[in-house]
């Protein structure tokens, strides 16, 4: 019988364990990521990378309408072969991404969080040119989303300001 189910049983007490300690969303109303939404201004370099990145932050943290911190950012990527036919024709590639991010106060304050985070994205070489390079600037934007989440998540884990 479905409803007998221990994992169902399981995941239905979870939830309601949750929802009874007060659980709350990050990104939902009141959740932790409105003490930043629209406070942080996001600098980053002038590199493809560096746009996506940004964009992606502001995405996630709204547009600095009142900064009150600044987050600044250094990125690197780098791509390598991922897999090679047997004649030496390169099938697919992986980039590499990086950055290193540092959240302080607007006033020059004391650094509130830094650190670094890594993470790829594959792409196929086996399209054609035009194919190819879509799916390379594909992975560019999944790179960026990817360093993304991790950045904002560990910014929701620094306790606030007082």
């Not at 009874?20 to 939902?28: K, R, Y």
């Not at 980053?44 to 987050?71: I, K, Q, S, W």
């Amino acid at each position: 019988m479905w409803s007998s189910d221990p994992s169902r049983r399981r995941w239905l007490l979870g939830a309601l364990a949750l929802g009874g300690c007060g659980f709350t969303p990050a990104f939902g109303p009141g959740g932790d990521a409105a003490r930043l939404h629209g406070k942080v201004r996001v600098e980053a370099p002038a590199t493809f990378l560096g746009y996506l990145l940004r964009a992606r932050l502001l995405d996630r943290l709204g547009p600095a309408e009142a900064p009150r911190y600044v987050l600044t950012l250094e990125t690197s990527e780098e791509v390598e072969q991922a897999a090679v036919s047997a004649e030496g024709a390169v099938l697919r590639y992986r980039l590499l991404g990086r950055a290193e991010y540092e959240l302080r106060p607007l006033d020059d304050g004391p650094v509130l969080a830094f650190g670094t985070v890594e993470d790829f994205a594959g792409y196929s070489a086996t399209l054609g040119t035009v194919a190819s390079e879509a799916a390379e600037r594909d992975a560019r934007e999944r790179l960026a989303r990817l360093l993304t989440v991790q950045i904002t998540t560990r910014l929701l884990a620094v306790p606030a300001p007082e």
